[in-house]
């Protein structure tokens, strides 16, 4: 399994099972299997709905298959109701609980978006707290106190751009070690990706397929189906592997980590498999010209009027 390193050395395997959307009652299985695969890298959120069996999955699998905890690379995320400090290492602890978990690999703040106790989507104004009353930074500070505390090993983000991330690295104490954004060949986000990798920040694909699985509420009337791309298609042909084997070859290929979701052990398998496809020089700069800047999570639902938040001021684009 390929892998990317920290500073500190600590590796991550480069390709993950990712469990957003997979529904309780499939989830269970789907770690099980991933694990029997090979897979070691399981990334993880509060707000999936999902740790608890989860945490079942890895437990059962520790105590019959021969995993070790040190061979897993468990991440999961701080979900928005708990940005103020006092609530960060308490949501972290419910987290290690439903995981059956002492410690994280690398815990994420899952969003630069802070929400009142007890809210749920979909949100109202009120529901959402002002940046200027409650900035990431302060969030972060707590998070630190989590590394200091061997409640995680590692601490990032998710969904945060560049202008933010270099925020952190001019006055956190500990460094983000990761940046989890949505990457696949419609949304390159490269100078992003050279930004972190400038600075030491490693980045992980979520949605490399383009989500064509999430909610309904959540997609655009006639958006592009990334997986049906005839350019993406044509060059799977040529390596007689699926449109979802050339997306996950080139996340690896750019060096950044990647997360497919599955419930199915074929497509894991194949998933796997994806590692040993190689893109040449001219695929690659094929694929580089099918940049189209289109966010299939596009943030919207948190750009309420009058919350603080917009769409230009969430990815500072």
Request: hydrophobic content about 40%; overall charge negative; some cysteine.
């Amino acid at each position: 399994m390929q892998t990317l390193r920290f500073s500190n050395g600590d590796t991550i395997p480069q390709l993950g099972l990712g469990t957003w959307k997979s529904r309780p009652g499939d989830v269970y299985n789907a770690v099980r299997t991933a694990l029997r695969l090979g897979f070691r890298h399981i990334d993880c959120a509060y707000a999936y709905d999902n740790e608890a069996e989860i945490g079942h999955a890895l437990a059962d699998a520790m105590s019959d298959d021969g995993v070790r905890r040190e061979e897993l690379w468990i991440t999961s995320k701080l979900w928005n109701t708990a940005h103020a400090p006092d609530d960060v290492r308490p949501a972290l602890e419910a987290t290690l609980r439903h995981l059956q978990l002492d410690h994280l690999d690398l815990y994420l703040m899952h969003w630069p978006v802070a929400m009142r106790k007890g809210s749920r989507m979909p949100l109202k104004t009120e529901d959402l707290i002002n940046p200027r009353e409650l900035p990431f930074t302060k969030t972060w500070v707590a998070m630190e106190a989590c590394v200091d505390a061997g409640l995680a090993r590692h601490i990032g983000v998710s969904n945060f751009s560049a202008r933010k991330i270099k925020t952190l690295l001019d006055e956190a104490r500990i460094k983000p070690a990761m940046d989890q954004v949505e990457l696949h060949p419609y949304l390159q986000q490269q100078p992003l990706v050279d930004f972190c990798r400038a600075h030491g920040v490693q980045v992980t694909a979520y949605s490399p397929l383009g989500s064509n699985d999430r909610p309904k509420g959540m997609k655009g009337k006639d958006e592009p189906v990334l997986l049906e791309d005839a350019s993406v298609a044509a060059l799977a042909k040529a390596h007689g592997a699926t449109p979802a084997q050339i997306l996950i070859a080139w996340a690896l290929a750019r060096g950044t980590a990647v997360i497919p979701k599955s419930t199915s052990a074929e497509h894991m398998q194949d998933n796997l498999d994806a590692a040993d496809i190689t893109l040449s020089d001219a695929e690659m700069k094929k694929i580089a010209a099918l940049d189209r800047h289109r966010r299939y999570i596009d943030g919207r639902f948190w750009a309420l009027p009058g919350s603080g938040y917009t769409l230009e001021n969430i990815w500072d684009e």
